[in-house]
């Protein structure tokens, strides 16, 4: 069965930090671009962070650059993000993403609340 499984967010301070972890099965992460996205209330899905399956290449969005960190162990098959710094508006429901045209694959989403 395809599926990647995300670890459990939380709440979290200002200033502090928390890594994600995404687990996948039925799915060997190193073929596909690897990324996460977030989700705010009321606001649409956006793109965090990614690495490219083609040349390794990574992307982050221009809010979190400096903070966030994607990463990927292939003897796991677990993409990671590391987020530092945390800010109240880094709140969202974080979701792994693993795609190849013409298919995608996501996690189940989990909430990370920054606030004191």
């Known amino acids: 069965q395809l599926q990647l499984v995300e670890s459990v967010g939380g709440l979290v301070q200002p200033g502090g930090s928390l890594r994600l972890s995404c687990a996948a099965s039925?799915?060997?992460?190193?073929?596909?671009?690897i990324g996460w996205f977030r989700q705010a209330p009321g606001k649409e899905r956006e793109g965090v962070s990614s690495?490219?399956?083609?040349?390794?290449?990574?992307y982050y969005t221009d809010s979190v650059k400096g903070r966030f960190t994607i990463s990927r162990d292939n003897a796991k098959n677990t993409m990671y993000l590391q987020m530092n710094s945390l800010k109240p508006e880094d709140t969202a429901v974080y979701y792994c993403?693993?795609?190849?045209?013409?298919?995608?694959?996501w996690g189940q989403g989990t909430q990370v609340t920054v606030s004191a």
């Open positions: 690495i490219s399956s083609s040349d390794g290449s990574t």
């Open positions: 039925g799915l060997t992460l190193d073929m596909y671009t």
């Open positions: 993403n693993a795609r190849e045209n013409p298919f995608a694959y």
